[in-house]
Nanobody, 113 residues
């Protein structure tokens, strides 16, 4: 059984920064690609960023150059550093063990204009 617990969301002004964390239980974290998704009100959940076990990353076009995904396998944790935040980044952010049914509970990010 794998549990994912996100933290770090909050309210920030446009142009500000937040760092999300996702702590994973279980021993398979280090062998799995991890992803961050987000879902805004009335919209479908969208993939924001992924990171492989080897550290290769991919980003949605909308966040390239502003967001950075990273991981610490020793801590079973994946991070999402979000800079230059925009109101359109407002959403609930979820981490996912990519390609599995394991999701976190989500953390709210609200960016005010």
């Amino acid at each position: 059984q794998v549990q994912l617990v996100e933290s770090g969301g909050g309210l920030v002004q446009a142009g500000g920064s937040l760092r999300l964390s996702c702590a994973a239980s279980g021993s398979i974290f280090s062998i799995k690609t991890m992803g961050w998704y987000r879902q805004a009100p009335g919209k479908q959940r969208e993939l924001v960023a992924t990171i492989t076990t080897g550290g290769n990353t991919n980003y949605a076009d909308s966040v390239k150059g502003r967001f950075t995904i990273s991981r610490d396998n020793a801590k079973n944790t994946v991070y999402l550093q979000m800079n230059s935040l925009k109101p359109e980044d407002t959403a609930v952010y979820y981490c996912n063990m990519f390609g599995t049914v394991y999701w976190g509970q989500g953390t709210q990010v609200t960016v005010s204009s």
